[in-house]
């Protein structure tokens, strides 16, 4: 097909005795089977003539094993490591190569080339270089080659030229240190990324998160008031108010909405929610202000089906150890508030998409809810003269004229 051929190879087709860089040209010497079957190749590539025989060393990448990965998988369980410190080579990030081969199979510049990050190191200084950056404090020990016996033998200083790279017109891979700090900060991220979040229960039955965040149940069933651990001094605060590895625990999935309303004192926003398949989960919270929030489970098959709970949120107070608070209200569940202060800022984020002709909401005072509003007003000094609905929550239907949404017969079991 006249297909160009891009053959990987690696530094050890050399034995590391010349005591300078390799350049292509030098007369090849293989220590281990590794290198022979290596060369072997080379001599089978150059019997085609577009080929590109790539001599690289030392690889690490995301995926796979590599030296990198490995020292740190075991200087977290290792008091001391001993790496030996008289094998010389340069490290080559899979991502810069990666760039390299594409660069070069794109071209007719066909031939052998080193290829590598810039730079040379040895196994002990880059192990040193990537716990440093790593933040793991365990001590590394140096040790030779003749004292660490291994089955296959390795060159001692097998550090390749990358001029004849250069001098065909190719960008030369990034320092090795740049490269190795790239990686190192690529895996830490991966880690976190797919860190399993670890919850427990503690013997008030909530559920508290790694970072000190607890997640305190209600009477409705996977209905959860969330409250931030807040680390603060004479300076003033700080929380975390959302982790996606949590919030996905409780079955948050991600968030597609950030949202905020500002509200006046006595504004009621009636029970509203939006139809499957466009149905949301909310975490609510409140920003300035204050604002009792109330939520119904409308979920059918629910053990709290249409039993309701309130809660006060209100912005975070070092004086007030239940504010700051946060509710997570689930699929499946309809919400509402009342606003008790002018100026009030009301902030919720939103997992899934927003369409306006498809929420749909319930009566506020609904008999089968039978939320008592008369005490959460009594409770918090608003007067029913205070009260103002828009249009939209004063046309709301009552669930007996609506029963499309939810099952007749837990309908007539909840009027029982």
């Known amino acids: 097909m006249g297909a160009k051929l891009v053959y990987i190879s690696t530094d050890y087709v050399f034995d590391g005795k010349k005591g300078e860089p390799y350049v292509e040209e030098d007369q ?11 060369l072997f190749g080379e001599k089978q590539a150059l019997t085609y003539s577009k080929s590109f025989i790539v001599r690289t060393s030392w690889v690490f990448g995301l995926n796979g094993k590599n ?56 196994w002990y200084h880059l192990a040193k270089y990537t716990l440093e950056l790593y933040g793991l404090k365990t001590p590394v020990k140096e040790i030779a080659t003749k004292d660490y016996p291994q089955a296959a033998k390795r060159p001692l200083y097998n550090v390749l030229s990358t001029d004849k790279l250069k001098e065909n017109g190719f960008e030369p891979l990034q320092d090795w240190h740049k490269a190795v700090e790239e990686y190192v900060y690529e895996l830490m991220y991966e880690e976190e990324k797919n860190k399993v979040v670890e919850v427990v229960q503690n013997e008030n039955e909530e559920f508290v998160i790694p970072n000190g965040t607890k997640a305190i149940p209600t009477n409705l069933a996977d209905c959860f008031i969330i409250e931030p651990k807040v680390f603060g001094d004479d300076r003033g605060h700080y929380c975390p108010k959302y982790q996606e590895a949590y919030m996905n625990y409780f079955g948050f999935e991600r968030v597609f909405q950030d949202s905020e309303s500002l509200s006046k004192r006595g504004v009621l926003r009636g029970i509203h929610f939006q139809k499957y398949p466009f149905d949301q989960a909310k975490i609510v919270r409140v920003v300035s ?45 309809g919400h509402g508030f009342l606003c008790l202060k002018d100026n009030t800022l009301f902030k919720y984020f939103i997992d899934n998409y927003y369409r306006p002709n498809m929420e749909s909401g319930l009566a506020w005072n609904d008999p089968l809810i039978n939320i008592n509003w008369g005490e959460i007003f009594t409770k918090y000094g608003i007067s029913k003269d205070e009260i103002t609905l828009s249009e939209k929550d004063e046309k709301r239907p009552f669930l007996e004229s609506s029963p499309e949404y939810f099952s007749y017969k837990k309908l007539e079991m909840k009027k029982e």
């Open 28 to 38: 090849t010497n293989t220590l281990n089977e590794y290198g022979k079957s290596k």
């Open 289 to 333: 202000g204050a604002v009792v929030d109330v939520v119904v489970d409308l979920r059918v098959d629910s053990p709290t089906f249409l039993q309701y709970t309130s809660v006060l949120l209100t912005p975070y107070d070092s004086k007030n150890p239940e504010s700051g608070r946060q509710l997570y209200v689930p699929r499946g569940f």
């Open 67 to 122: 030296f990198i990965k490995t020292i740190i998988n075991a200087a977290k369980k290792q008091k001391e490591l001993t790496i030996v410190s008289d094998q010389v080579g340069s490290p080559t990030y899979t991502k810069d190569l990666a760039k390299f081969l594409v660069n070069l199979a794109e071209s007719d510049k066909y031939g052998i080339y080193h290829a590598h990050n810039e730079g040379y190191t040895s």
